[in-house]
């Protein structure tokens, strides 16, 4: 049997048309390429957006800021040294990009200078983390990607 080429093109086309289709289905049912929405109420959030850029501009007048290590027992958050860490509230939110149900929420409550998370709430891996804190009715913002 021997093809021409109108038979060849046709050919061509059906096999690109079956691997795109290919393409299109497994992406659509496939469970490793599900991606969430950074936030559920994304709009919200845009409205509030010029609060935190008013927090982030009052973090850069500190004279320290808060750092970060990773230690044997987890993330260890250290807040200003120079400040009084009793009289600081707030929240601390740590996301995953790449799992919605990893994310969580913590309230800050110090008994030391540092908070610390503990290591199996944590997974290896990329995370944004988000420190929303207030201190003597002044708020602060720390926003970072970490690699955990």
């Given at each position: 049997m021997k093809i021409n080429w109108g038979t060849g093109?046709?050919?061509?086309?059906?096999?690109?048309?079956?691997f795109i289709m290919y393409f299109i289905v497994s992406m659509n049912v496939d469970d490793r390429y599900d991606h969430d929405l950074?936030?559920?109420?994304?709009?919200g959030e845009e409205l509030k957006y010029q609060e935190d850029i008013d927090k982030l501009k009052n973090a850069k007048t500190?004279?320290?800021?808060?750092?970060?290590?990773?230690?044997?027992?987890?993330?260890?958050?250290?807040?200003p040294s120079d400040i009084d860490f009793k009289k600081i509230t707030g929240k601390v939110f740590?996301?995953?990009?790449?799992?919605?149900?990893?994310?969580?929420?913590?309230s800050i409550s110090l008994s030391n200078p540092y908070l610390l998370i503990p290591d199996n709430r944590l997974v290896d891996g990329r995370?944004?983390?988000?420190?929303?804190?207030?201190?003597?009715?002044?708020s602060y913002l720390f926003k970072e990607s970490i690699t955990y």
């Open positions: 093109i046709v050919l061509a086309f059906i096999g690109f048309i079956g950074v936030s559920e109420d994304y709009y500190l004279t320290t800021n808060i750092s970060y290590n990773k230690s044997l027992e987890g993330l260890r958050i250290n807040f740590l996301y995953r990009p790449s799992n919605k149900q990893l994310d969580f929420e913590t995370w944004n983390i988000k420190i929303d804190w207030q201190y003597r009715g002044k």
